[in-house]
T-cell receptor
C-alpha cells in the first residue's frame, strides 16, 4: 500500500464549478502538507502549503488538513479553463523530503 | 536567467549506455533533489543532497549515481541504462528554513531507453 493515495482522475468539470481534490495517507508522522500544480510538460509548482491541521485559503483555493482522518483536500472555487492541470498532493515529516501522491488530472471545460 | 535548469530536455539512448542528466540552480539553495515521474506513481525521490558533498538515497536509488561538488550543480548519472529507467526526470531545489517543503522544480528531462 502506498503511503499517499490520490485518485488519478481524470476529473472533468464545467467552468465555474467547485472542484474538490483529495488525498489520504497512512503515516501519522506527516506534519507538512502541500499541493503542487503541474501543467502539461512543465515542472510542478507549489500552490498551497499547510503545517499541521486546519484550513488555509488563498484566493479561489482552499486547502484543508484533517490529521485525525489522515485526509487532505484542495477546493477550487469558480474553476477556470486555466486551472486545467495535474494536481499533486505532497507531505512530509521534516519539511522538504516530500512524499507525493500520484496526481489528479483536472480538466475544466469552457 | 535565474532559476533551475535541466539538460538535456529530451534524450533517447540504448540499453547499457551511460547517461548523465544535468541540473543547475542559481539561487544557492542548500537542498537539491532528483525525482522521476511515471504514470500511476507520481513523483518518486531518487536522491537528494542537503549541501555540497552531502548526498543521500531516496525511495528509488538503484541504478543511479549522483554527485554534488558545487552547491549549484547536481548531476544524475545512469551508469548502465535500462528500459525501466524510461521516465521523466525532475530536478528540484529548496532552501532550509520555515518553508522547507517549497520545492522549485526544473522543466524536466524526458529520457527514453530503447
Amino acid at each position: 500500500q502506498k503511503e499517499v493515495e490520490q485518485d488519478p482522475g481524470p476529473l472533468s468539470v464545467p467552468e465555474g464549478a467547485i472542484v474538490s481534490l483529495n488525498c489520504t495517507y497512512s503515516n501519522s508522522a506527516f506534519q507538512y502538507f502541500m499541493w503542487y500544480r503541474q501543467y502539461s510538460r512543465k515542472g510542478p509548482e507549489l500552490l498551497m502549503y499547510t503545517y499541521s491541521s486546519g484550513n488555509k485559503e488563498d484566493g479561489r483555493f482552499t486547502a484543508q488538513v484533517d490529521k485525525s482522518s489522515k485526509y487532505i483536500s484542495l477546493f477550487i472555487r469558480d474553476s477556470q479553463p486555466s486551472d486545467s492541470a495535474t494536481y499533486l498532493c505532497a507531505m512530509s515529516r521534516y519539511g522538504n523530503k516530500l512524499v507525493f501522491g500520484a496526481g489528479t488530472i483536472l480538466r475544466v471545460k469552457s | 536567467d535565474a532559476g533551475i535548469t535541466q539538460s538535456p530536455r529530451y534524450k533517447i539512448t540504448e540499453t547499457g549506455r551511460q547517461v548523465t542528466l544535468m541540473c543547475h540552480q542559481t539561487w544557492s539553495h542548500s537542498y537539491m533533489f532528483w525525482y522521476r515521474q511515471d504514470l500511476g506513481h507520481g513523483l518518486r525521490l531518487i536522491y537528494y543532497s542537503a549541501a555540497a558533498d552531502i548526498t543521500d538515497k531516496g525511495e528509488v536509488p538503484d541504478g543511479y549515481v549522483v554527485s554534488r561538488s558545487k552547491t549549484e550543480n547536481f548531476p544524475l548519472t545512469l551508469e548502465s541504462a535500462t528500459r525501466s529507467q524510461t521516465s521523466v526526470y525532475f530536478c528540484a531545489s529548496s532552501e532550509n528554513g520555515e518553508r522547507t517543503g517549497e520545492l522549485f522544480f526544473g522543466e524536466g528531462s524526458r529520457l527514453t531507453v530503447l
